[in-house]
């Protein structure tokens, strides 16, 4: 892993660009009604080859995935050859095409009956079939894998599912949701330990935003400092002190949580207001919001690279996510310049932002966008788009942007010191 590198790729993952996986408790969410079906996702478990060679076209060169646990394990112990061959084909393909494959092994989605073991909640379940699963994948992949990024979103994860109750398994409870995420932080510990010293870069990937108090109140300075906790700084000193200091709870010192990555992965795509409530509101107030419900605000991205810097002075960052989602265009072709202008000019900053950050000194290795073709959001269905490229494969103005910059920085990089 050389400073030297910068990775260019695009990201996603298999509920998204598969469908929900038969024994998947977001395929029984979506049976019971509580979100939109997924069907295939975007085609991409039928159309991989021809994606990654579109992706290699445009010079962004490495992908991250995720191989999905209710795939290749849908019962508790019993492993499906057929999808373990089929993924071991796709990453093929994907070397074959030129491209890095990453694997994310958690993204969201959960097996039916991990989840019924009560999943990263459960200490004796996280400790024995998460590490026997990352243990499976690295044995069983890892010769066809780049690198890894065990964990997607540990906040977002357990805000979702335990928080909200928007995803499964549909609880909101304040205790759970800080369960979840302690959880979650131990099961990317637990995969470090299984992947490390394999030669293969390992990351995390946490979901980052600055916040602001919206009003000058201490009761709002004070709502604003609980939520930064809990996006930053209960991470933060997991990271960088190897301690877990759950707001209530007594601090446990868990000494391998230290530094339990080679990068620390992040993605962005906002910025948030706090009220005293707790509850967050677009920021800045003045900007229009997308159909997730945010204003994006390229700004927000240099705060968090400059904070992660600061924070973590000596640890390499990966961006893992970066993009824009927007409605899915109606009466107008969605790969049109017209339709993708304001996700070509808000890529076109954050990548002047990120230039800037690098040629300040800041150890930033490479940018994943998200997506690279549109696929299922969750709960908005197919009515947001992300992709550099529609679900017909047609490149959008914003691909063009992104191959502009890796084609750019890739020539820097080739140039003789001065």
Same mark, same amino acid.
């Given at each position: ?23 998947s408790d977001w395929f029984a969410w979506e049976r019971a009604g ?46 499906d050859q057929y999808e373990i061959e089929r993924y071991r084909e796709? !990453? ?13 092994? *958690?993204?969201?989605? !959960? ?84 992947l490390r010293g394999a030669g293969m870069p390992v990351a995390t990937? *946490? ?95 240099? !705060? ?46 954050? !990548? ?26 969750? *709960? ?39």
């Amino acid at each position: 892993m050389s400073p030297d590198e910068f990775w260019w790729g695009t990201a996603a993952s298999s509920t998204q660009a598969e469908g929900a996986a038969p024994a998947s408790d977001w395929f029984a969410w979506e049976r019971a009604g509580k979100a939109p079906p997924s069907g295939d996702g975007n085609g991409f478990a039928d159309r991989y080859a021809d994606d990654f060679a579109l992706y290699a076209g445009h010079g962004l060169d490495h992908h991250r995935l995720s191989i999905e646990w209710a795939r290749i394990e849908p019962s508790e112990g019993r492993r499906d050859q057929y999808e373990i061959e089929r993924y071991r084909e796709l !990453l093929t393909a994907a070397r074959e095409a030129g491209i890095h494959p990453w694997v994310c092994l *958690h993204h969201f989605t !959960l097996p039916a009956w991990f989840q019924g073991e009560r999943a990263f909640l459960d200490d004796k379940a996280r400790g024995y079939y998460w590490p026997r699963h990352v243990a499976f994948c690295a044995e069983t992949f890892g010769d066809l894998v780049y690198g890894w990024k065990p964990i997607n979103e540990p906040v977002a994860y357990a805000f979702a599912g335990y928080l909200t109750g928007a995803n499964p398994p549909g609880l909101s409870d304040l205790a759970k949701f800080f369960d979840a995420y302690r959880g979650t932080l131990l099961a990317q510990r637990d995969a470090w330990r299984e992947l490390r010293g394999a030669g293969m870069p390992v990351a995390t990937i *946490h979901n980052l935003s600055p916040v602001f108090a919206m009003f000058d109140t201490r009761e709002c300075r004070e709502a604003r400092d609980a939520i930064d906790d809990a996006l930053w700084g209960i991470w933060l000193r997991a990271e960088r002190d190897g301690v877990i200091a759950i707001p209530g709870k007594a601090a446990e010192e868990v000494a391998d949580l230290r530094e339990a990555c080679d990068l620390v992965g992040f993605s962005y795509y906002n910025a948030s207001g706090v009220l005293p409530d707790l509850s967050l509101v677009p920021y800045p107030a003045n900007r229009p919001v997308g159909p997730l419900g945010y204003a994006p605000w390229p700004e927000g991205l240099g !705060l968090t690279l400059r904070r992660l810097a600061e924070e973590l002075p000596d640890r390499p960052l990966l961006l893992c996510e970066l993009g824009l989602g927007t409605e899915a265009a109606r009466g107008e072709r969605s790969g049109s310049g017209a339709a993708d202008s304001p996700r070509s000019a808000y890529l076109s900053e954050c !990548l002047e932002i990120v230039e800037e950050a690098v040629d300040d000194g800041i150890d930033l290795r490479g940018v994943f966008f998200w997506t690279g073709v549109d696929n299922y959001e969750w *709960h908005h269905g197919f009515d947001a788009e992300f992709g550099l490229f529609t679900r017909d494969r047609e490149p959008r103005a914003s691909a063009a942007v992104a191959r502009e910059y890796a084609t750019r920085r890739a020539e820097r990089q080739q140039l003789p010191p001065a």
